[in-house]
C-alpha cells in the first residue's frame, strides 16, 4: 500500500511537471527540417563551424582547458556566432544569462544547448546507475532519470551527458560505477529505460531534457582497467556485447551521442568513421548528433593518427563527430579545411542540421528561456516527492550477499547494536561520484538512517581508524590511512559490549569514477584489519559494503555471517539501507556484475567463451584455469538474496523446436518456500552450442521481477523468437543460426533448471 501511495505522489509530481509545459517548441519532423533549412541558409560558414563548438564554462571544468579561452574570450565568440554550444553552466540564472547573451547579442540570436553531466540525479541523488542496476527494474531507472531531468531542466539545463551505456568487464576501471554492469541484455534494459527517463514524452517540454548515449564505444573494454587506454576488440563482440545498449538507445529515440576517449582496435573512437558514420548514423540510421569527449578531437594527436589540431579536426569531422567539447579543433580549422577544399562544407552542414534539429527538438527557438526558472528551481529541488523515490530506488538497488543463521533482519528492540566505521557516518560518500549538483554531505548516513528506524537509544557509534587522510575531492588522488590506528581499540571496545556489529567498508565516493582506475580492488587502509579486529571480539558481524565497482571480500565472505552490498545509493542511501537492515523491506537486488575472487581474474564475466579446455579432465594442469584461484567468480552475476528463500520447478517448453515463423514459451513455477513476502527476479539464459563463431556460455535473455507471499507460487514464462537467437557471426550479418540450444530458467546465472531446444 504504502508503495502504491509513494508511486502515486511520484507519478503525480512528474505528471504536474509535465503539463506545465505550453508545448511551443512541439513541431513536426518536417516543420522542423523546413525551420531547419531556413536557418542554415542565413549562416556564414563562421556562424556553421560555431555551432559545432563546445566550451565548458572555466568555473567548473572536468577536464584540461584549452589555452586561450578565457570567461572574456567565451563571451566574445558567442557574440561572433561561434560558440553553440556550453557545459557546465548551471542554475536557472547564471543559464537564464548566458542564454540571453547568445540570443541578445549574436547576429542570428541561435540559442545554446546547455550540457551538463546528470548521471544519477541532479540535487536529489539516485543510487549509482550500477547500483541501480541491481534492481534489475528498468521503470525505476526510468522514474529516477525523469526526476534528475525535472531537477536539471528548472535548473536551465537542456542536455544531459547520460546515459552512460558502456559494458564493463574490469573491476579495475573507475567507472564502472556509471554504466549497469557487465551485461549488454540487462544494459540495453537500463539504457532504453534511462533515455526515455530523460527525455519524456515530448523534447520540448520545460522538465525534459536531451539525452546523451556515451561512450560510443568500447570504453568499457579499455586494456587492464587503466582509464582513457586502448581497447582490442573483434567484430562479434563490438556487435554482441559493446553495441546492444547504443541500439537500444538508438530506438529508445536518444538526441545525442558522445564518442569516446579510448582506441578501438588502433583506431581513436572519435575518428571511427566505421562507427560513427556506418554503424550509427548508416545502418541504424541515427538523426540526433554526435558529441565528442571532452578534447576527444585535441587527443587524436597524442594517439598518434593526427600531428596537429588541424589534422584532427579532418579527421574527426570526416568520421562524423558533429561536435566538439573543449577541443577548439574545430573552431580554428574547420573553416580553414573547408576553403582549402579538404572538407566538404555539405559535412559541416550536415554537422549543423543534426545540431539545430534538436535545438528546434528542445524548443529553444521559440523559447529560450523556458528552461530557466527559479521559481521551479526553488521548488523542485530536493522536494519530498524526490527524496521518497531516492529511497525507494536505495533499497530497490541493495543486494544481500550473504546471510548466515538470518543474522538478519535485525530486531529493532532489545539489541545491543554497535555501528562501525567511517563510511557509516558520512553523509557524503553515499552521494557517489559524477553527482551533479548534490550538496556535499546531503546524505542520510547509515548511522542516521538506522537511528531514524530504531531511534537511538540501542544504537552506538565507533568510527574506528581514519579511513583516508586528507582532503578528498573530484579533483585529486586520495590518500589512505594505513598507519594510524587511533581509534581501533575503541571500535573493538564498544563491538565486544554489543549484541550485534554493523560495519560500514568499502569505498569512499571518490576512489571510483573517472580517472579512478586501481590495479587492488581489495579494502583499502586499515579496513580488512578493523574488520578482523572486530570480527575478533564479535562473530555476530553485520558488513555494509558501499562501492562503486566489485571489490574482492574474500576473507569477509568465508567468516562473517551477514555481507549487504550497498553500493553508493544516494541522498536516502542510510534509510534505505536501515529499512534492509531492519526488514522492513526484503532485499531483491540481484549483481548486475560478477563479483571476483581475485583482482588477476579480471576481466571476469558470466557469458564468456568455453576455451577449448574448459574443465579438468585429465586431473593435470593442461586446462583453462588458475593454479592458483579458482576461476570461478566469488559471487555471480544475477545473484543476490532474500530474508525468504525461493524454489524454482516444472521447467517446460511449449515446444522442443522453433523456426523462423514460431516461437518457444518456457515456463518455471516459482515458490516462496519461506515465511515472509519477498521478490524474485527470475532470469531466463540460453546457450547457443554450435556457432559460426564461438558463442557464449551463457547469454541473458529475459528477467521477470515477481513478488510472491509465503507458499505463494507463480508461473513465469517467458516467450522466445529467433529475433532472440540472433547474433553476428563469422559471417558479419546478425542472424540466428540453426542448432541446438540450452536453456535455463534460475535464480542466477550460475543456477537453474536446465532444458534444450533446436532452432530448425
Ligand atoms: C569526460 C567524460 O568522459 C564524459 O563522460 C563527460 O561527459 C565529459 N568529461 C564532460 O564532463
Known sequence: ??????????????????????????????????????????????????????????????????????SMALYNMIKEGKLGSMLNVTGAIATCNIQRWAVDSSRLGIPLILAYDVIHGYETMFPIPLAEAASWEPELAQLSSRIAAIEASAAGLHWTFAPMVDIARDARWGR???????????????????????????????????????????????????????????????????????????????????????????MPATASSYLQRDILKGEWGFDGFVVSDWNSIGE?????????????????????????????????????????????????????????????????????????????EEAVMRCEEHLAAAKEAAKKSIVLLKNDNNLLPLKKDGLKIAVIGELAESKDVPLGSWRAKAVTNSAVSLLEGMKNTTGSSSINFAKGPDYINGYRSFLTELQFNTTNRNGMSAAKNLASKSDVVVI????????????????????????????????????????VLMNGRPIEINWMAENVPSIVECWHLGSEAGNGIAEVLFGDYNPAGKLPVS?????????????????????????????????????????????????????????????????????????????????????????????????????????????????????????????????????????????????????????NSAEGLETAFVLK
Not at 24 to 44: C, F, Q, S, W, Y
Not at 513 to 526: M, N, V
Not at 686 to 711: A, W, Y
Open 300 to 376: 587524436l594527436i597524442p594517439h598518434g593518427v593526427a600531428a596537429d589540431k588541424k589534422a584532427a579536426a579532418l579527421l574527426a569531422i570526416n568520421a562524423g563527430s558533429d561536435m566538439d567539447m573543449e577541443g577548439n579543433a574545430y573552431v580554428k580549422h574547420l573553416e580553414e579545411l573547408v576553403n582549402e577544399g579538404l572538407v566538404e562544407e555539405t559535412l559541416v552542414d550536415d554537422a549543423v542540421r543534426r545540431i539545430l534539429r534538436i535545438k528546434f527538438k528542445l524548443g529553444l527557438f521559440d523559447d529560450p528561456y523556458k528552461y530557466c526558472n527559479p521559481e521551479r
Open 1 to 70: 500500500m504504502k508503495k502504491l501511495i509513494l508511486s502515486i505522489l511520484v507519478m503525480s509530481v512528474i505528471a504536474v511537471a509535465c503539463t506545465k509545459s505550453t508545448d511551443p517548441g512541439k513541431h513536426a519532423k518536417n516543420e522542423i527540417d523546413v525551420r531547419v533549412e531556413a536557418l542554415l541558409a542565413k549562416m556564414t560558414l563562421t556562424e556553421k563551424v560555431g555551432q559545432l563548438n563546445q566550451y565548458s564554462s572555466r568555473w567548473e571544468m572536468t577536464g584540461p582547458a584549452p589555452e586561450g579561452v578565457d
Open 595 to 747: 563479483f571476483p575472487r581475485a583482482v588477476g581474474q579480471q576481466p571476469l564475466y558470466y557469458n564468456h567463451l568455453n576455451t577449448g579446455r574448459p574443465t579438468n579432465r585429465e586431473g593435470n594442469v593442461f586446462w583453462s584455469h588458475y593454479t592458483d584461484q579458482s576461476k570461478e567468480p566469488l559471487f555471480p552475476f544475477g545473484y543476490g538474496l532474500s530474508y525468504t528463500q525461493f524454489t524454482y520447478s516444472d521447467l517446460a517448453l511449449s515446444a522442443g523446436e522453433i523456426n523462423e515463423d514460431s516461437k518457444i514459451v518456457a515456463s518455471a513455477t516459482i515458490t516462496n518456500t519461506g515465511d515472509v513476502v519477498g521478490e524474485e527476479v527470475v532470469q531466463l539464459y540460453i546457450r547457443d552450442l554450435v556457432g559460426s563463431v564461438s558463442r557464449p556460455v551463457k547469454e541473458l535473455k529475459g528477467f521477470k521481477k515477481i513478488s510472491l507471499k509465503p507458499n505463494e507460487s507463480q508461473k513465469v514464462s517467458f516467450e522466445i523468437t529467433t529475433e532472440d537467437l540472433e547474433f553476428y557471426g563469422a559471417s558479419g550479418e546478425w542472424k540466428a543460426e540453426p542448432g541446438e540450444f540450452k536453456l535455463w530458467i534460475g535464480p
Open 504 to 543: 560500514a567498508l568499502g569505498e569512499d565516493c571518490w576512489q571510483s569514477g573517472e580517472g579512478r582506475s586501481q590495479t587492488d580492488i581489495a579494502l583499502k587502509g586499515l579496513q580488512q584489519e578493523l574488520l578482523e579486529e572486530i570480527y575478533k571480539v564479535n562473530k555476530n558481524v553485520v558488513v
Open 176 to 266: 564502472f560505477m556509471e554504466g549497469s554492469g557487465e551485461d549488454p541484455y540487462l544494459g540495453a534494459k537500463m539504457a532504453y529505460a534511462r533515455v526515455k527517463g530523460f527525455q519524456g514524452d515530448d523534447l520540448s517540454a520545460e522538465n525534459t531534457i536531451a539525452a546523451c548515449a556515451k561512450h560510443f564505444a568500447a570504453y568499457g573494454f579499455i586494456e587492464s582497467g587503466r582509464d582513457y587506454n586502448s581497447a582490442q576488440i573483434g567484430n562479434p563482440t563490438l556487435h554482441n556485447i559493446v553495441l546492444p545498449p547504443f541500439k537500444a538507445c538508438v530506438e529508445a529515440e536518444v538526441a545525442t551521442f558522445m564518442n569516446a576517449f579510448n582506441t578501438i582496435n588502433e
